[in-house]
């Protein structure tokens, strides 16, 4: 058997907390495991390029602001169909937390949107992490280009069971927003095929800190 991403990863939520505290900024903790193998669905057609998977993210979760209602309208608008529950459990994309789970179009089960009250992710089997680091990164470019606000607040790359797996995080604020999102991903280190996340969740308001240290109201 494949050897599951949570076993590659079982030491991420463990560095979390520090990182956390360091920064004053939550980090992605939603359970880094595979799709459920045991959804049916049609084989697919072609795979998504990276580009396109990146579209997909950025219109379901960012531009929603990683709102799970907005981005199932989004989802169903654009042929995403929900995965359904008696043909294979979909609660390890949602870490147990009530949501939806969605599969893409032609997708053949590869590429599935998962949304809760607090995140909005999108799952990719079988893709490269590398082309689709830099379709996302290109992605946040073309934004901030356009007036969003974004700055890297998390990057580093991981090493579990001999696998090396990057982690990416901005503080992202769009044009006329009122709250920051992490928008983020993590992806396979290698040019090998394997399962990528990419996430939007809120984010608490940033603290600035005067020259003397005292936080700024």
Do not use: I, Y
């Amino acid at each position: 058997m494949r050897r599951p991403l949570a076993d590659l990863l079982g030491g991420v939520l463990l560095l979390v907390p520090a990182l956390a505290a360091a920064q004053g900024t939550p980090v992605f903790t939603a359970p880094l495991v595979e799709p459920p193998a045991a959804v049916s669905a049609p084989a697919a057609r072609e795979p998504a390029s990276p580009q396109a998977l990146v579209r997909w993210f950025e219109q379901a979760c960012v531009l929603t602001q990683g709102q799970a209602g907005a981005a199932m309208d989004w989802a169903l608008a654009n042929g995403f169909e929900p995965v359904d529950p008696m043909r294979g459990s979909a609660d390890g994309l949602l870490d147990g937390k009530p949501g939806t789970v969605l599969m893409a179009p032609d997708s053949g089960g590869l590429v599935m949107l998962a949304a809760t009250d607090t995140q909005c992710s999108l799952w990719v089997e079988q893709q490269e992490g590398p082309p689709l680091r830099a379709a996302l990164a290109a992605m946040v470019g073309t934004l901030t280009a356009k007036g969003a606000k974004a700055r890297v607040e998390v990057d580093r790359n991981l090493e579990r069971a001999g696998a090396w797996r990057a982690q990416v995080q901005w503080r992202f604020r769009g044009v006329g927003w009122s709250q920051d999102v992490g928008v983020g991903a993590v992806t396979t280190l290698a040019n090998t095929p394997g399962t990528q996340v990419l996430h939007v969740a809120p984010l608490a308001k940033a603290v600035n800190f005067a020259p003397d240290g005292v936080p700024l109201r």
